[in-house]
């Protein structure tokens, strides 16, 4: 049989708490009142001392009277204040065996006499190297010197209720870093959505400076483009009018020799081919620019059948075809709809169909043009090929870029892939890629979502 005040089992128990986390108070309560139904007249308290380490503040004490516990809150440690502050200001255990009598307690003499309280022995609280977490008493209602079992008690006690002020000092801490990263977490999250807000505003303007950037390099870009056939023209017509003003001189003088005559009609024809030619060519250009332009606004968007619009356009093509046996291969899976703009994806055919005849059967007799188009889930893939000519490498890189042509003595303003490329990618919203080897042909494979994204504003 245990004969301890605090037998082992309880010790036991209350360290089980402290592991499963159970409020400090709680065990420091069930240590207390287990002491105390174990001696007669004992009642036994807890106080803590404020992180200050200076002020006490009631903790727990199962059998004080509530007044008496409520009476030491705030009290400042110090020598002279009765059992508990004495013990902790000194870190040394106090005993006072007779409240009534020790001057420890002057301060606190009448209200402890006045709830019956007549001895007090206190050790203070801490771990070994730390600092005090505040006190462990026990009173009792005589005078009480101290007796061994009972001293042992105390001591035993003394480990647990640091233990458990240590819990609670954590917890404590842990809460705090809790709140303080909290409140981290909030001020990052606000200086973040701050960035954020900036970083959008920043690329809105770079969207804004690129689109400027891009279109002064579009009207640079046109103006030189325009420049030479109009250029040319202006020098011709200024030809023609000298021709027509020697012509009408001589005419007035009547010096007009038939030699002159047929001279001047001679050079005032090859005048007028070359103005003609060349504003040709400036309508051209135009006509080229203002399929750049197309934007999705302007553009009719509606559902289609896939299949339809290859076939249209492919037709069209063919009818327009002269001086080539060329063979179509159209394979295009049935019933595919798309909900987009078949008026960009014609153009987008009827360009690559157009460079297939002029770069890539330039010169044969005869060739092979394929058309397959498969249900990719949400896209399609659409798979465009000729077995032609095909591009050497250091051509197929600049394929895109806007003007980029090598057939300019056959007319070609190196517009048509950019425009292309535009819109596939900024009108239908898909991707277009172009693998070819010289004399194996070209391959274009165009990826196009089923229905188009709301257009941009
Ligand atoms: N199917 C093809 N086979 C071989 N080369 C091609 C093919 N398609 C395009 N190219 C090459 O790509 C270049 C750029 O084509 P793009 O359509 O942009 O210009 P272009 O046809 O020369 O002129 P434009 O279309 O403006 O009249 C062509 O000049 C040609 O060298
Ligand atoms: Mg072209």
């Not at 009534?100 to 009448?110: V, Y």
Request: with cysteine.
């Amino acid at each position: 049989m245990d004969d301890a005040i605090l037998p082992c089992t309880i010790q036991r128990k209350a360290l089980e708490m402290i592991v499963q986390d159970e409020p400090v108070p709680s065990v420091l309560a069930m240590i207390l009142a287990t002491i105390e139904r174990n001696v007669e007249g004992l009642f036994c308290s807890v106080l803590a001392l404020d992180e200050d380490g200076v002020h006490v503040r009631p903790l727990v004490a199962p059998s004080l009277p509530e007044a008496y516990s409520q009476a030491l809150d705030g009290v400042a440690i110090g020598r002279g204040s009765g059992s508990c502050g004495t013990a902790m200001y000194i870190k040394q255990p106090v005993i006072v065996s007779d409240i009534a009598e020790d001057p420890l307690w002057l301060p606190f003499r009448e209200l402890a006499l006045s709830y019956g309280l007549r001895a007090c022995w206190s050790v203070p609280i801490c771990l070994t190297g730390k600092p005090v977490m505040g006190s462990l008493a026990m009173y009792y209602d005589r005078v009480m010197h101290p007796d061994e079992r009972a001293w042992r008690t105390i001591m035993d006690a003394m480990n647990l209720v640091a233990l458990c002020l240590e819990r609670e000092r954590q917890n404590r801490q842990l809460l705090r870093a809790q709140q303080h990263l909290e409140q981290t977490v909030e001020e990052r999250t606000r200086e973040l959505s701050v960035a954020l807000s900036h970083l959008r505003n920043t690329q809105q303007e770079l969207l804004n400076r690129e689109k400027m950037a891009a279109l002064g390099m579009l009207v640079a870009g046109v103006a030189h483009e325009l420049n030479t056939p109009i250029g040319n023209a202006i020098l011709s017509s200024s030809f023609l009018a000298d021709c027509q003003l020697r012509l009408s001189t001589a005419l007035r003088d009547g010096v007009l020799g038939r030699t002159q005559l047929s001279t001047s009609l001679h050079d005032a024809e090859a005048a007028l081919i070359l103005v003609q030619r060349n504003l040709e060519k400036a309508a051209d250009l135009i006509g080229h620019f203002k399929q750049m332009a197309v934007d999705q606004s302007s553009e009719r968007r509606r559902s289609f059948d896939l299949r339809e619009v290859i076939n249209d356009n492919v037709v069209t093509f063919q009818a327009t075809v002269r001086g080539i046996d060329l063979r179509y291969e159209i394979d295009v899976a049935p019933g595919i709809t798309l909900d987009s703009y078949p008026g960009a994806l014609g153009q987008v055919l009827s360009n690559l169909l157009v460079n297939a005849r002029i770069h890539g059967f330039t010169g044969r007799e005869r060739g092979c043009l394929k058309v397959q188009a498969s249900d990719a889930g949400d896209h399609v893939l659409i798979v465009f090929s000729d077995d032609g000519l095909g591009m050497a490498p250091e051509h197929l890189a600049h394929i895109f870029e806007p003007y980029y042509t090598t057939r300019p003595d056959a007319g070609g303003s190196g517009l048509g892939m950019s425009i292309v490329y535009n819109l596939m990618v900024h009108i239908l919203a898909g991707r277009i890629e172009v693998s070819s080897q010289l004399d194996q042909g070209t391959r274009f494979e165009l990826l196009i979502p089923k229905v188009a994204p709301a257009p941009s504003r």
